[in-house]
């Protein structure tokens, strides 16, 4: 850990958004959903475990959905260097367009807290 008790970021840690499907749900509330495909890359020297996700969700009309939660997708993944870590989820969202961002955290090797950042992502309902 470093001195201020914080976790830091690693070079080499990283998230991409690999793809973004959309799909309309008959729900009244948040008929869109959005199935995103992340990767998570470790290409840093040490093994590096995730234990934790925080999403935030910002609707065109404002509002904020913040997400926090235990794994990935049911999953702690362990990364060693040089692998990826590859799953699919979903957002359900009530408005035309959101915008998704967010943070994976856990420990290194040494038991250093890391974090990596989920890049922003907009969700855009297509037209028809």
């Known amino acids: 850990m470093n001195p201020s008790g914080t976790p830091v970021e690693l070079a080499g840690l990283r998230v991409t958004v690999d793809r973004l499907i959309y799909?309309?749900?008959?729900?009244?509330?948040?008929p869109h959903s959005f199935?995103?495909?992340?990767?998570?890359?470790?290409?840093t020297d040490v093994t590096v475990t995730i234990q934790r996700?925080?999403?935030i969700v910002t609707a065109d009309d404002g509002t904020q959905l913040v997400f926090l939660g235990?794994?990935?997708v049911g999953q702690t993944p362990v990364l060693?260097?040089?692998?990826?870590f590859t799953?699919?989820?979903?957002?359900?969202?009530?408005?035309?367009?959101?915008?998704?961002?967010?943070?994976?955290c856990g420990f290194?090797?040494?038991?250093?807290?890391?974090?990596?950042r989920i890049p922003k992502?907009?969700?855009?309902v297509p037209d028809c």
């Not at 199935?35 to 290409?43: G, L, R």
């Open 53 to 55: 996700r925080k999403w």
């Open 121 to 124: 992502f907009r969700m855009v």
């Open 87 to 104: 799953y699919n989820s979903q957002h359900l969202i009530g408005t035309p367009s959101a915008v998704a961002e967010g943070a994976y």
């Open 108 to 116: 290194d090797e040494t038991g250093r807290q890391v974090v990596t």
């Open 35 to 43: 199935v995103y495909f992340i990767s998570i890359h470790n290409d």
């Open 80 to 84: 060693r260097p040089g692998e990826k």
């Open 23 to 30: 799909r309309h749900l008959p729900v009244a509330d948040k």
């Open 70 to 72: 235990d794994g990935v």
